[in-house]
């Protein structure tokens, strides 16, 4: 081979090799960049009461649709509810609290029997932020009471006691990964919630989108949750509840929630 036939070659060889590098490098930088502006992971674990509360004058609301009634246990009835409370106090220097009024009737001339809030309860929570025990970014721990009081015949509920701790972790080379679990026991979480049991579940959220497991007593439940960036503060969860049907009550839960700080 001659020496002009090498040069050629080499000069071939090294630009070749040069645009490989360039492309490589763009994209690797265009990855990069996605990740970079990518939303900050919010892993949400879905259907289970959490350690974390919401902050300082934070207002919530939340809209729920079930395909099929615990109360009446009947396949033809679907079921809905609507809750919204408040956040206060300082869950990292002191601690926080939050109420909640949930509307357990949401019947009206058009769907059921017309008797729109004649059932509903108002629950409450304390909760405070505390070290975290495997290394997470944030935990909290929280006290407390679902259905402390109501009217309608959610007073013949009883009332849900409960503790559970809660801890988030972000990880990945942008940290655009996060993880988050809630262990918990509550007073009246099994048989139609009126027995203690534990509950527990784990989250996994990549931008926008969340992914949890939990297992309410004896009841598995898969979600996914759904946040718009052009909509701060709003968020769609679908759940399927008892997933593995082991209670006979498998069903849909469709709940479309929102948060704002109001002061």
């Known amino acids: 081979m001659s020496w002009i036939k ?5 000069v071939l060889a090294m630009v070749g090799s040069n645009q490989v590098v360039a492309e490589t490098t763009f994209e ?3 990855k990069n960049l996605k990740l970079l502006t990518l ?42 509810s609507i809750a919204f409370g408040l956040g206060l106090g300082d869950p990292v220097n002191s ?7 949930g ?7 058009l769907w059921g029997d017309g008797k729109f809030a004649d059932e509903g309860n108002v629950s409450g929570k304390v909760h405070r932020r505390v070290t975290p025990l495997l290394g997470g970014n944030a ?42 679990y ?3 026991y509550g007073s009246a979480v099994s ?20 992914f949890s497991l939990s297992q309410i007593g004896k009841e598995t439940h898969i979600a996914t949750t759904l946040y718009f960036p052009q909509f701060p503060g709003f968020g769609v969860t679908i759940a399927q509840a008892d997933a593995l049907n082991e209670l006979q009550s498998k069903r849909l839960i469709v709940s479309l929630s929102i948060s704002k700080q109001l002061f």
């Not at 009217?151 to 990964?177: I, L, V």
């Not at 919630?193 to 926008?208: N, Q």
Request: proline residues 2%.
């Open 28 to 30: 690797q930088y265009s």
């Open 6 to 10: 090498r040069s050629v070659i080499a």
């Open 103 to 109: 509307l357990t009737s949401v019947s009206t001339s």
């Open 95 to 101: 601690l926080g609290g939050e109420i909640t009024i």
């Open 139 to 180: 935990a909290s721990l929280a006290l407390g009471a679902s259905n402390l009081a109501g009217w309608g015949s959610t007073k013949q509920n009883p009332t849900n006691y409960y503790g559970a701790y809660s801890e988030q972790k972000n990880f990945g080379s942008f940290k655009q990964y996060g993880l988050a």
């Open 191 to 210: 048989d139609t919630e009126t027995k203690g049991d534990a509950f527990a579940g784990v989250a996994i959220g990549y931008d926008d989108y969340s």
């Open 39 to 80: 939303s900050d992971p919010n892993p949400a674990v879905a259907n289970i009461a959490g350690g974390f509360g919401a902050g300082h004058g934070l207002f919530y609301a939340a809209v729920s649709y079930s395909d099929y009634d615990l109360q009446t246990k009947d396949r033809n009835d679907d079921d809905g």
């Open 182 to 184: 809630t262990l918990g």
